[in-house]
């Protein structure tokens, strides 16, 4: 795809320098906005705005929504005030309102003069909602209908009004700005009579959000039900607006890449990969890597403290590694999955007793295996092929339980921790690899020095 959009971008430079205006735009109604949006992201900064303002109305709005916020506000310092207005116009108020929270403030202001007042309005409005909650980001635009209008001024309201609507499949029937129920197109299309009201069609049972919930709880149960929107209530039950499932999937991979990174040790960025500067990533990053090297000290206080037991059995000092290597994938691997279990909601604190029961028979099964693996490799690779006298049964044994041990220790802190940490009002992916490796490093030493000291003449 990335090819693809270069090999056009250079077409459409090639078409520029020749002045094909025409052919140009002929090209760029044929693609989907977000193809568009592509495209222009690898064109000449300078050349920019002379391909936007080829794009039809409509679809120049379109393509500027899916922009990243850099070349927004480069299109935004460009235009006239007329054609800001033009672009405004065209969007709906939750686009709008994305907008707005990723440009500095000069260019807001002027955002907010060119917008008409209902938009303005609309937009300062959802402007004062929590950050990340439902009422940051619902739309105020959808459509509504009375419980006493039939199946024929329904579908004539929806004619009338749907175009200024980001979403006309799913209506909301409100009495008072209450929600008493929905109906679809799909409805009022397929009903016996025209003359049907809308209460005796509607559906009752109307699930909604508020608008302080927390927008991966939106996002979440818009993937549960299966809906193409979800109605948002104020805190007096009256409906305010609506979220579509397009914004809950922009919320979705949001949350993912934040867990990704800060699972990864590192702060989370709002930029992509390719538009942030190596001192970005340098901010994001050395915060952790300066916590994780400080908490790495106790590894090697202990190591100190066992200082006269490694001069006596040095051969212990070879396994080491692998010993700490596998208690941090095993602790990864167990908190991974926690998490991916917590964030989709199938897991909860009530559930920590059988999640850590869970974790300790898999641990047993694992630490088995890989102990009696780590028995063969070491007596068959370390003591028969390298032929090291060092390597005895009892120095098998010992690496072996410890591992073992380790493991058991790694998979129960992995799931204990995240767990703990969403209880605590924490995101538990703080408390993924580089926190729960640490912390196994360490058990994993005292484990496998203090079997070793009872095992084996110190």
Request: glycine share 4%; with cysteine.
């Amino acid at each position: 795809m990335a090819e693809n959009n270069f090999s056009l971008a250079a077409t459409l430079q090639s078409m520029l320098e020749a002045k094909k205006y025409t052919s140009i735009r002929d090209v760029l109604v044929t693609m989907n906005p977000a193809d568009v949006a592509s495209v222009l992201e690898d064109m000449e900064e300078a050349k920019l705005p002379l391909l936007f303002r080829l794009l039809p109305k409509e679809e120049a709005a379109e393509t500027f929504v899916e922009m990243e916020p850099e070349l927004q506000e480069l299109l935004i310092k460009g235009f006239s005030d007329v054609e800001l207005k033009e672009v405004l116009d065209e969007l709906y108020v939750d686009d709008a309102v994305d907008i707005v929270e990723e440009m500095p403030a000069n260019v807001v202001k002027r955002i907010l003069k060119a917008a008409d007042p209902t938009m303005r309005r609309e937009i300062n409005e959802i402007l004062r909602y929590p950050e990340n909650s439902a009422g940051s980001m619902m739309t105020t635009e959808y459509v509504s209908l009375r419980p006493d209008m039939t199946v024929e001024q329904a579908i004539l309201r929806i004619r009338r009004t749907g175009v200024d609507k980001e979403t006309i499949y799913t209506c909301y029937v409100t009495k008072d700005r209450k929600i008493l129920g929905i109906v679809t197109v799909k409805d009022l299309l397929l009903a016996p009579d025209d003359e049907m009201l809308i209460s005796d069609l509607m559906t009752t049972n109307v699930i909604s959000v508020n608008t302080s919930t927390d927008q991966e709880e939106v996002a979440q149960m818009l993937s549960k039900y299966n809906y193409l929107a979800l109605p948002v209530v104020d805190n007096e039950e009256r409906m305010v607006g609506i979220v579509t499932f397009d914004d809950a999937m922009d919320v979705m991979e949001d949350e993912a890449t934040e867990d990704i990174e800060i699972m990864g040790g590192m702060t989370p960025s709002d930029k992509s990969y390719l538009r942030s500067t190596p001192l970005d990533l340098f901010r994001h990053r050395i915060p952790w890597l300066l916590l994780l090297m400080v908490s790495a000290t106790f590894t090697g206080m202990i190591i100190s403290h066992f200082e006269n037991a490694l001069a006596a059995q040095v051969v212990l000092t070879a396994f080491i590694p692998m010993l700490m290597d596998t208690g941090g994938n095993s602790g990864s691997q167990a908190s991974v999955t926690v998490i991916r279990a917590l964030s989709l909601g199938e897991l909860e604190f009530s559930d920590l007793t059988s999640a850590i029961w869970k974790e300790v028979r898999t641990a047993v099964m694992c630490g088995c295996v890989l102990a009696v693996a780590c028995f063969g490799k070491i007596m068959l690779v370390d003591h028969l092929l390298m032929h090291n006298p060092s390597v005895t049964p009892v120095v098998a044994l010992v690496v072996c339980l410890a591992l073992a041990i380790t493991v058991l220790a790694a998979k129960v802190i992995g799931c204990l921790l995240p767990m703990l940490a969403k209880k605590i009002g924490f995101d538990p992916a703080v408390m993924a690899s580089p926190f729960i490796t640490t912390m196994v490093d360490a058990i994993s030493l005292l484990v496998y020095f203090a079997i070793a000291t009872s095992l084996l003449p110190m």
